[in-house]
């Protein structure tokens, strides 16, 4: 059934705001006509205050399908999307397997068809993602793979070169998660004053730093990369000054290193676990510097779900990573749009735009007839609470009682609603 969006506050990241009706018919979007204002049987959706965007696309999500099912699923993390606004997400291969052969990639390609919102998947870069040899690039792009990234793994610095060319070659984006753990080390938090107080060891910054110094300095001559999860000032400096260069870099940050610090860990509580580590107020302030300012070209969730029983044991022993993906709306409004960080035209670049473009996604992330028909719908007024439960198997969040605004309404995935908030 045809669907006119009325009275809503449009927001495109490229024409910007504009109060007109959008026509969602035919899994495509339009305008309608002063002539003819809908299609016969239509339905309507009043959407007075609110926000409508293209449907936002999160370039890093675990949905831990195949391995960790107890965590996530397929189907629960492309629900817990569409409850979050999420209409596309692309998943990494660090599963168990390691997405990283053909017949896999295709097997879990067909199981995430007609999920409640488009599932995309990355493809390990490295054979395995052992980092001793590279992955058959070609079959797996084949199989449908979008993207390369032993993600969880930083590149190896002696295949690297081979694999930007090979992945330029290929048409799809490298992916890399920047950590030499080599001076990571046991550390489980940031090194500074937060270690120090809970009694912890700590990960210095020089672990994400000097691998995005070399990720940097190789595409310079070798081609395209993007930098997974930045969280220092310093790693923001170093992709400003590639851009200032010219070098084909992207890179992305997530929620909780614009929202969160290190001064926020109170206690072993190891929903605050997270690699990379909170880091600093300064660090902070540089990562929303560089959102502010272009040099970070998209926000994704890292949405990274465990069980509780293992988050349970504590900074020293329980696995890294935090949900993101019911946050992900609500954080980037409260923490970017409403603090007056970012417009709402340069959050429609970071969340729908520029993750298009780099997942090569032609027809998704604008507000234009003829685009997809995804469409993420946003309450700015209505504050709420982030719940202790989500649609996600895991609530392995820091952020649990933190009121926030701009949660998700409606969500659209090719022309359908896959989401509505309940009636409050």
Same mark, same amino acid.
């Given at each position: 059934?045809?669907?006119?969006?009325?009275?809503?506050?449009?927001?495109?990241?490229?024409?910007?705001?504009?109060?007109?009706?959008?026509?969602?018919? !035919?899994?495509?979007?339009?305008?309608?006509?002063?002539?003819?204002?809908?299609?016969?049987? *239509?339905?309507?959706?009043?959407?007075? !205050?609110?926000?409508?965007?293209?449907? +936002?696309?999160?370039?890093?999500?675990?949905?831990?399908?195949?391995?960790?099912?107890?965590?996530?699923?397929?189907?629960?993390? #492309? &629900? #817990?999307?569409?409850? !979050?606004?999420?209409?596309?997400?692309?998943?990494? /291969?660090?599963?168990?397997?390691?997405?990283?052969?053909?017949?896999?990639?295709?097997?879990?390609?067909? @199981?995430?068809?007609?999920?409640?919102?488009? =599932?995309?998947?990355?493809?390990?870069?490295?054979?395995?993602?052992?980092?001793?040899?590279?992955?058959?690039?070609?079959?797996?792009?084949?199989?449908? #793979?979008?993207?390369?990234?032993?993600?969880? $793994? *930083?590149?190896?610095?002696?295949?690297?070169?081979? =694999?930007?060319?090979?992945?330029?070659?290929?048409?799809?984006?490298?992916?890399?998660?920047?950590?030499?753990?080599?001076?990571?080390?046991?550390?489980?938090?940031?090194? !500074?004053?937060?270690?120090?107080?809970?009694?912890?060891?700590?990960?210095?910054?020089? #672990?994400?730093?000097?691998?995005?110094?070399?990720?940097?300095?190789?595409?310079?001559?070798?081609?395209?990369?993007?930098?997974?999860?930045? $969280?220092?000032?310093?790693?923001?400096?170093?992709?400003?000054?590639?851009?200032?260069?010219?070098?084909?870099?992207?890179?992305?940050?997530?929620?909780?290193? +614009?929202?969160?610090?290190?001064?926020?860990?109170?206690?072993?509580?190891?929903?605050?676990?997270?690699?990379?580590?909170?880091?600093?107020?300064?660090?902070?302030?540089?990562?929303?510097?560089?959102?502010?300012?272009?040099?970070?070209?998209?926000?994704?969730?890292?949405?990274?779900?465990?069980?509780?029983?293992?988050?349970?044991?504590?900074?020293?022993?329980?696995?890294?990573?935090?949900?993101?993906?019911?946050?992900?709306?609500?954080?980037?409004?409260?923490?970017?749009?409403?603090?007056?960080?970012?417009?709402?035209? @340069?959050?429609?670049?970071?969340? *729908?735009?520029?993750?298009?473009?780099? =997942?090569?996604?032609?027809?998704?992330?604008?507000?234009?007839?003829?685009?997809?028909?995804?469409?993420?719908?946003?309450?700015? @007024?209505?504050?709420?609470?982030?719940?202790?439960?989500?649609?996600?198997?895991? &609530?392995?969040? /820091? +952020?649990?009682?933190?009121?926030?605004?701009?949660?998700?309404?409606?969500?659209?995935?090719?022309?359908?609603?896959?989401?509505?908030?309940?009636?409050?």
């Amino acid at each position: 059934m045809p669907l006119l969006i009325k009275n809503g506050l449009l927001v495109d990241p490229v024409s910007g705001e504009s109060r007109r009706d959008l026509l969602v018919s !035919g899994g495509r979007l339009a305008f309608p006509s002063r002539n003819s204002p809908h299609p016969p049987g *239509c339905e309507v959706f009043d959407a007075a !205050g609110l926000w409508v965007f293209p449907g +936002f696309i999160d370039a890093h999500v675990h949905a831990r399908e195949p391995g960790a099912e107890a965590a996530e699923t397929l189907a629960s993390a #492309a &629900a #817990a999307a569409a409850a !979050g606004g999420v209409t596309s997400a692309l998943l990494m /291969p660090n599963t168990s397997p390691a997405m990283a052969t053909p017949a896999l990639l295709k097997k879990y390609v067909r @199981r995430a068809a007609g999920l409640p919102s488009n =599932l995309y998947f990355s493809a390990a870069a490295t054979a395995g993602r052992r980092g001793l040899k590279l992955s058959g690039l070609a079959a797996l792009k084949k199989a449908g #793979a979008r993207a390369f990234t032993d993600d969880g $793994s *930083c590149l190896p610095r002696g295949l690297l070169a081979g =694999l930007l060319k090979r992945a330029a070659a290929l048409g799809l984006p490298l992916l890399d998660h920047p950590e030499d753990f080599r001076r990571t080390g046991g550390g489980v938090v940031n090194a !500074g004053p937060a270690a120090r107080r809970l009694g912890l060891p700590g990960i210095p910054a020089e #672990a994400e730093y000097l691998a995005v110094l070399g990720d940097i300095l190789a595409a310079a001559s070798s081609g395209p990369v993007h930098l997974q999860h930045l $969280s220092l000032a310093a790693s923001v400096a170093a992709l400003r000054a590639a851009k200032a260069a010219g070098w084909p870099v992207t890179g992305e940050t997530c929620p909780h290193y +614009f929202a969160l610090t290190d001064a926020d860990i109170k206690s072993d509580d190891a929903n605050f676990k997270m690699k990379p580590p909170l880091r600093s107020s300064a660090d902070r302030a540089a990562v929303l510097a560089g959102l502010a300012d272009g040099t970070i070209d998209l926000v994704a969730s890292d949405h990274a779900p465990h069980e509780a029983r293992l988050k349970a044991r504590g900074f020293r022993s329980a696995p890294f990573g935090i949900t993101g993906l019911e946050t992900l709306a609500p954080l980037c409004v409260s923490e970017l749009v409403l603090k007056k960080v970012v417009s709402k035209a @340069r959050l429609a670049r970071l969340l *729908c735009l520029n993750p298009a473009r780099l =997942l090569g996604l032609k027809k998704k992330g604008r507000l234009a007839p003829g685009f997809d028909a995804d469409v993420t719908v946003l309450d700015p @007024r209505r504050a709420a609470a982030v719940p202790e439960r989500f649609v996600s198997k895991s &609530a392995n969040t /820091p +952020f649990t009682g933190r009121a926030l605004r701009g949660w998700p309404v409606l969500t659209i995935v090719g022309g359908r609603a896959v989401y509505r908030a309940p009636v409050r």
